[in-house]
T-cell receptor
Framework: DQQVKQNSPSLSVQEGRISILNCDYTNSMFDYFLWYKKYPAEGPTFLISISSIKDKNEDGRFTVFLNKSAKHLSLHIVPSQPGDSAVYFCAASADFGNEKLTFGTGTRLTIIP | GAGVSQTPSNKVTEKGKYVELRCDPISGHTALYWYRQSLGQGPEFLIYFQGTGAADDSGLPNDRFFAVRPEGSVSTLKIQRTERGDSAVYLC?????????????????FGPGTRLTVL
């Protein structure tokens, strides 16, 4: 059972426009959510996170929104830049005493110059 | 400073063989995680170490998989009697500390992975 879902396998956005990546989860025990970015042949790189006590977290061009009632989060990138082209993974963790991450299947973002 | 390193970067083996994959975490990081990423999927949790002990090995798929971290630093993931379905990228991550309560978990830093191909 996929507890973290990214239903869009790919997304193309024009440079300078906003990129919106979506993620849904089913496990009510998740209380911390993260976005990782992955380039080919590299490991995932942490991008931004949000605790369940918040509904928004912003870091430069990146903003993550959390809607707990809908069990939905999204990552907004604005303005989008060519270097943002990568695979983005949504991940979640629960307070079980360790921080093991449950990942979605990823969304491949392509920024069109 | 140096990030998480993993060796080898690629490993090709034959079905039934034994393999070892190594992870060198960031110096001083007490928590170490192994994940497996199959084609078209996100990383899946395998095992978590806090110091030398395996705090959670619930993600190991079966008893052919085993991992150690004898001195609380380097970790080795061992796979016996490899099967074609074991082919994947094996990722290692480390973090500085794990909170037992709920604060902000420390960021997990990932290595580049070992691509294992079982023929």
């Amino acid at each position: 059972d996929q507890q973290v879902k990214q239903n869009s396998p790919s997304l193309s956005v024009q440079e300078g426009r906003i990129s919106i990546l979506n993620c849904d989860y089913t496990n009510s025990m998740f209380d911390y959510f993260l976005w990782y970015k992955k380039y080919p042949a590299e490991g995932p790189t942490f991008l931004i996170s949000i605790s369940s006590i918040k509904d928004k977290n912003e870091d430069g061009r990146f903003t993550v929104f959390l809607n707990k009632s809908a069990k939905h989060l999204s990552l907004h990138i604005v303005p989008s830049q060519p270097g943002d082209s990568a695979v983005y993974f949504c991940a979640a963790s629960a307070d079980f005493g360790n921080e093991k991450l449950t990942f979605g299947t990823g969304t491949r973002l392509t920024i069109i110059p | 400073g140096a990030g998480v390193s993993q060796t080898p970067s690629n490993k090709v083996t034959e079905k039934g063989k034994y393999v070892e994959l190594r992870c060198d975490p960031i110096s001083g990081h007490t928590a170490l995680y192994w994940y497996r990423q199959s084609l078209g999927q996100g990383p899946e949790f395998l095992i978590y170490f806090q110091g030398t002990g395996a705090a959670d090995d619930s993600g190991l798929p079966n008893d052919r998989f085993f991992a150690v971290r004898p001195e609380g630093s380097v970790s080795t993931l061992k796979i016996q009697r490899t099967e074609r379905g074991d082919s994947a990228v094996y990722l290692c991550a480390s973090s500085s500390i794990t909170l037992s309560g709920r604060g902000s978990p420390d960021t997990q830093y990932f290595g580049p992975g070992t691509r294992l191909t079982v023929l």
